[in-house]
């Protein structure tokens, strides 16, 4: 046996569904003979089970033909992607991963945060879709640069925008822009689920989703259809603002929503045209509420005035100036939250078993003493009144 032999064997093997042989692929390595035995590597790309053992069958095949005696086939593929390994109700089961971005308060950056953090995690090489939940005040379509740009409509299915390599649905780009919308608890139920179900989101890792800022009925029905991996909640550094983040953070921790940690944004102030930060409205001050909740500062986001531009012109920071510093700092939000999914993933993933209404179908659970509490917690919320009384 020479090397010549076993190349030349192994380029009779094709790989599977391509008209290319392994060896021309260059997926063929380390061949060590010794005499009529022989062994190599191929280092495929898919992790397809039955890829690699047609590669290993085909090339024993082939080199029994020409003569090799023991043959040695390593099949190196790469890991098949984990699974979420979430249980409960999920009604958009081809979403691995839930990522719910909220605030106790509104104004204070949720729809800034979410467009740069699925941005982020999409440099980062995850496949993101971005929902803007907040159909009170839908303002995704105009950061994404989608304002003037419908959807196409597939039978009763919807299929998402794109933008950034992002996937993107808005209640924004399904009405006419400046409508207002009045809307009741029950409607916005409904409007959740269709997000979820009715829209064609592709295969993501995950689903960044937007949402109207309080603690609402908005929050509590996507807590019910799918199981949400983590949740993330941004505040600005007021004593007002973190009051309320308290009770975001508690909404969280009421629905069994693993805390991914807190945005301070709006934390100091970058002049333009020196770069010198000033304190504003102050800054590190969420750090108590942090430890009050176990969990961390993942960002702090100073006022940038490229970052207003960028959310008004459809432009975010985190795509079109990434080495700057406010986009290097989602950027290294979004590698903690992702760290954070694997791991929960790794250890089971989330239920959302336990949030299930326990009213019978029909009955509002709105209309019962049992209500879940973050629904009867709101003050500020625009998802105020579930409309069914
Ligand atoms: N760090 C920042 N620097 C400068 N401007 C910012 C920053 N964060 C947010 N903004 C601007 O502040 C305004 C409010 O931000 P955004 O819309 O993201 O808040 P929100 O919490 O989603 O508001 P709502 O509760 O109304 O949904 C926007 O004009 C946005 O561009
Ligand atoms: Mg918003």
Not at 211 to 239: E, H, N, Y
Request: aromatic share 4%.
């Amino acid at each position: 046996m020479t090397e010549e032999i076993v190349k030349s064997a192994l380029s009779k093997v094709l790989y599977p569904g391509f008209t290319k042989d392994i060896v021309t692929f260059g997926f063929v390595n380390n061949i060590v003979i010794n005499g009529d035995d022989v062994s190599f590597n191929v280092e495929i790309t898919s992790s397809a089970p039955e890829v690699a053992k047609q590669i290993k069958d085909d090339a024993t095949v082939e080199l029994m033909r020409a003569g090799a005696d023991n043959i040695t086939c390593n099949v190196k593929a790469p890991v098949m992607p984990r699974e979420s390994s979430s249980k409960g109700k999920n009604i958009a089961p081809q979403v691995k991963n839930f990522l719910m971005v909220s605030s106790g308060k509104g104004g204070v950056g949720k729809s800034t945060t979410s467009v740069n953090i699925a941005i982020a995690l999409a440099a980062q090489g995850k496949k993101v879709g971005l929902l803007d939940a907040d159909i009170y005040g839908p303002n995704i379509p105009r950061m994404m640069g989608l304002s003037d740009i419908k959807p196409e409509v597939n039978g009763n299915k919807v299929l998402p925008l794109k933008a950034y390599g992002i996937e993107v649905m808005s209640m924004g780009s399904l009405m006419e822009e400046g409508q207002s919308l009045i809307w009741r608890g029950a409607m916005i139920m409904k409007a959740i689920e269709q997000f979820l179900r009715d829209i064609l989101w592709s295969e993501l890792d995950v689903l960044v989703i937007d949402m109207p800022p309080g603690t609402g009925d908005a929050q509590l029905t996507l807590a019910q259809s799918v199981p949400v991996t983590m949740g993330l909640t941004v505040t600005t550094p007021q004593g007002v603002s973190l009051d309320d983040s308290r009770r975001s953070l508690d909404m969280f921790r009421k629905l069994n929503i693993p805390i991914a940690g807190i945005i301070e944004n709006m934390s100091g102030f970058i002049a333009p045209d020196t770069g010198v930060e000033y304190d504003i409205f102050g800054k590190g001050t969420s750090q108590p509420m942090a430890d009050e909740f176990n969990t961390k500062i993942i960002a702090e986001i100073p006022i940038e005035s490229s970052i207003r531009v960028g959310g008004d012109e459809g432009k975010p920071i985190t795509f079109v100036n990434p080495s700057s510093e406010s986009a290097k700092r989602y950027m290294k939000a979004a590698e903690s939250i992702w760290a954070d999914i694997e791991e929960i993933n790794a250890n089971g993933g989330v239920d959302n078993q336990a949030v299930q209404p326990t009213t019978p179908p029909g009955v509002s659970a709105c209309s019962t003493a049992a209500a879940p509490k973050p629904k009867q917690e709101h003050s500020h919320d625009s998802g105020g009144g579930c409309g069914c009384h």
